[in-house]
């Protein structure tokens, strides 16, 4: 990890609801950060925060800049909605964001974020926390060019963030680390989903195909009984199965299971029966290896001081703003590939 300067930023949070309210109590005792305020136009939220973190209370961008002229990075929040209109009056006024997953609410918007922060020299980070899951470092790091990627993400209904639908809710995440995966251009998209609760989909499946030959599979559901955060990939060069809830993962290397793999061959090209062998016995699996500095943070404190490096040091960002729109462009295109799948509900089995 980056040593932190010893700069400390003046900091503020965008909206300070269930997500914005994690961001303010972390910065509140980040090293790197002072939070100076936090901008809400619940007046009676934006002054009990206020108070809890002894920084200053905003209805509004214009009372932030006109309160604390000096801050130099923020932190949005707010709903989806107003993420564009939010950061885009930030980056103007040359202050550097971090603005929650998804970047903007349409690609459109997305890329002129990306564009004016690039055009201005502001660091625009997205908030893709589950890059920061050292599960997830580890599997970024290795040398595993995948063939298929399956992705499951579900979990029961919390009733948060209905004004979007589980693509653009939760499915993003994965979006982000499968593109990150698989390094090529996407080619093909199938994909279907079932909106149960409001107008939006609630449940949905879909494939991506890429360039180089990945094909990932991802579902996500906010209507499952139980929660379950698990991507599955498949190299040539060997198998990975990463628990995103349990930050943890096994890894079967085939380089380490190549002697295991030359009897099973000479058995079956000399005509030996193999229903007596143990399978199991003779895999050799290892557990991911985490980086014992991400292991001790939580993901959303690795993500804020990530985010505080770049600023101090003038670096990229881990999860910069071309990544978040690639994942915001890829998450539209499934909603409108799902909202255009058509089923026939009266077909009827033939029976001769």
């Avoid at 970047?103 to 502001?122: C, S, V, Y």
């Avoid at 190299?235 to 299971?257: A, K």
């Avoid at 990530?306 to 499934?334: C, M, N, R, Y």
Wanted: hydrophobic letters at 45%; aromatic letters at 4%.
């Amino acid at each position: 990890m980056v040593a932190m300067s010893s700069a400390t930023n003046p900091v503020a949070v965008i909206g300070v609801g269930r997500m914005g309210g994690h961001h303010a109590r972390i910065l509140s005792t980040l090293a790197g950060a002072r939070l100076v305020a936090v901008v809400d136009p619940d007046a009676a939220r934006a002054d009990a925060m206020a108070q809890k973190y002894n920084c200053q209370a905003c209805a509004s961008i214009d009372q932030l800049l006109t309160l604390t002229p000096k801050v130099k990075a923020a932190v949005v929040a707010t709903p989806t909605a107003f993420h564009h209109a939010t950061a885009s009056a930030l980056i103007d006024r040359g202050v550097h964001c971090l603005v929650e997953k998804p970047l903007a609410a349409t690609p459109q918007l997305a890329r002129q974020l990306a564009e004016g922060a690039a055009a201005r020299n502001i660091i625009l980070q997205v908030g893709h926390t589950e890059r920061f899951n050292p599960a997830v470092q580890a599997v970024l790091t290795m040398t595993l060019p995948p063939r298929f990627i399956d992705v499951h993400r579900v979990s029961p209904m919390t009733f948060r963030s209905l004004d979007v639908g589980v693509v653009l809710d939760m499915m993003i995440h994965d979006l982000d680390i499968v593109l990150t995966l698989a390094k090529s251009p996407l080619t093909r998209l199938d994909a279907t989903g079932v909106a149960v609760i409001g107008p939006h989909e609630d449940v949905a499946q879909a494939r991506l195909e890429f360039e180089s030959g990945c094909v990932a599979n991802l579902t996500a559901s906010r209507l499952a009984l139980r929660t379950e955060r698990r991507l599955r990939l498949f190299s040539e060069e060997g198998f990975v199965s990463l628990d995103y809830q349990n930050r943890d993962g096994v890894i079967i290397r085939r380089s380490d299971n190549q002697q295991a793999l030359d009897e099973v061959r000479q058995a079956l090209s000399q005509g030996q029966p193999l229903s007596g062998m143990d399978y199991s016995s003779m895999v050799k699996v290892d557990r991911l290896n985490l980086a014992p500095d991400a292991v001790k943070q939580d993901a959303l404190t690795a993500e804020l001081t990530s985010f505080l490096q770049a600023v101090a040091q003038g670096t990229p960002p881990v999860v910069d703003a071309w990544a978040g729109l690639a994942a915001v462009e890829t998450a539209h295109k499934i909603v409108e590939t799902l909202k255009s799948h058509r089923w026939e509900k009266s077909i009827r089995p033939v029976i001769p």
